[in-house]
C-alpha cells in the first residue's frame, strides 16, 4: 500500500435522524478539512459538537453522509485509538494488540517492541482487568500503532486521566509517532493538549461543526512546555476563532 | 472450602441416600422396592455381559448427535435473530411456537413423517431443543457490545475473526447456559424416542424391564445413565467454563 498521499475531508452534511423521543440531530455541515501527508493535525472543539461523528465517518464506521472523503476507507490502513480504550477483557495485552495484525506469521516482532516503547513489557500476559485505565489507554495506542497505519485517528484518548498522566502520555505519543511517522487526526476539548501536539489545529463551531479556524503551530514541540508560549499561542487562537465566530 | 472437603460431603451426603434406600427397602420387603445391594448386583452383572454399556453407549451417541445438532443450529439462529431486529419481528411468534409444541408431539410426527429411523429421532430430539437454544443466544447476541463490534470493523478484522474473538467470547456465557439445560433437556428426551420407535438404547431396555416389571434393572440403567450424565457435566462442562470464564478476576 502506498503511503497517504494525504487526506481531503468533505462532508455536506451529516445529520442524525430522529429516534424515539429524541430529535434528529445535524453533526456537521460543510466541514471541509485537507490533512497533509504525515501531517499532525488536532481537532479542537466544544464536547458533543460532532468530532467522534467525524472519526467515524473517516473510519468508516458510518457511511450515511452527504459528501467525499479521499482516498476512501478501503484504500487506508487506519489505526483508531476510540475514546474508551475498548480492549477485549477475555485477551491477554499481547493477544489484544496481536489481534489487529490479522495472520502476521511473527506477530511477536511487531508487538513486543510497541509494548516495549509504550512501556508495556512486563504485563504482555496481563488481562485488562489487572490494568489501571492509564495502561489500558497504552495497550490501545500500541494496538492502533501495531497495524503500522497509513492513518492514525485519536479520539479524545487522554481525557479523565490525571494531568501528570496524561502530560506523560502525550510524551509517550509523540515519541512513538516519531519513531514511525504517520498522518494523525486527534480529537479534543483541550486547547493546551492541542498546541502541545499539533503541527496544526482546526477549531471547530459547535454543532453542526465546521472548520471556523486553522492555526499551524510552529512552535518546536520542545519548547511547549514554556507556559509564556503557550499563553501567548492560546490568547491567538482564541482571538482567531472569536473573529470568526 | 477445598475440592477434597467437598467431595467428602458429597460421599456422605450419597451413602446417606444409600442408607435411607436400604431401611425403606427393607421395610417394604417387596420386589418391587429392590434395595441397593440388590441394584448394584444387576448393575454389575449387566455391566459384564457388555448389556448396559451397549445400549448406554448407544443412547449417548443419540445424545451427542441431538446435542451437536441442536446447538450449532439454535446458535445460529439465535445470533441471526438477535442481531437483525426485522427479522427477529418476523420470526419471534414461531419460536413461541416451536417452544410450546410438547416434545412428544415432536417425536410421534418425526417417526409418522420419517419412518422409525436413526434421523428421525436425533433430528426430533434437536428440533425440541432448537427453540431454547435460539431464544437464549437471541438475548447474547442483542447484548453485544456496540463499541468493540466498531473496534473490530475500524482495525477491518476479518468476520471469521470478529466472530471467534469477539463475538463469540461475549456469547460464552450464553452458550454454557444453554449447554447446561440442554444437556439435561436432551438426555430425557433421547430415552422418550428410543422408547416410541428404537430398538436399542437406554430407552428401548427400560421398555422391556417395565413389561416384566424389572424394577432392580430399571433402577440400575438409571443410576448407570444418571452417573455417566454426572461424569459428563464434570468433565467436559465445568473445566469448559471456567476456561471460557478464566480472564475474569
Known sequence: MAPLAGLDIEVRRKRFPAVADSPAVEALRDFRLRVGSGEFVCLVGPSGCGKTTLLNLIAGLDEDFEGAINPPRRATRI?????????????????????????????????????????????????????????????????????????????????????????????????????????????????REAIALADRIAVLSPAPARVVAEIPIELPREHRDDEAAIERLRAEIRHHTEQVA | MGLQHRLVQAALSLIALLVLWQIAAALADSRLLPGPDLVLTVMARATASGELPYHLGITLWRVTASFALAMLIGMAIGILLGRKPGLDRYMDSWLVLFLNIPALVTIILAYVWFGLVEAAAIGAVAVNKIPNVAVTLREGARALDRDLLEMAQAFRLSRVQTLRHVVLPQLSPYVMVAARSGLALIWKIVLVVELLGRSDGVGFQLQLFFQLFDVPAILAYTLAFVAVVQVIELTILQPLERRVTRWRR
Do not use: C
Not at chain 1, 477485549?88 to 499481547?94: G, N, Y
Not at chain 1, 495472520?103 to 509504550?118: K, Y
Not at chain 1, 479520539?155 to 506523560?168: H, I, N, Y
Open chain 1, 79 to 191: 489505526g483508531y485509538v476510540f475514546q474508551t480504550p475498548r480492549l477485549l477483557p477475555w485477551r491477554s495485552v499481547f493477544d489484544n494488540v496481536a489481534l489487529v495484525l490479522g495472520g502476521a506469521s511473527d506477530p511477536g516482532a511487531r508487538v513486543l517492541p510497541l509494548l516495549a516503547a509504550t512501556g508495556l513489557e512486563d504485563f504482555k500476559a496481563a488481562y485488562q482487568e489487572r490494568l489501571s485505565i492509564g495502561m489500558q489507554r497504552r495497550v490501545s495506542i500500541a494496538r492502533a500503532f501495531a497495524v503500522e497505519p497509513d492513518l492514525l485517528l485519536l479520539d479524545e484518548p487522554f481525557v479523565s486521566l490525571d494531568e501528570a498522566t496524561a502530560r506523560a502520555m502525550r510524551a509517550l505519543l509523540i515519541e512513538v509517532w516519531r519513531a514511525r511517522p504517520t498522518t494523525v487526526i486527534f480529537v479534543t476539548h483541550d486547547l
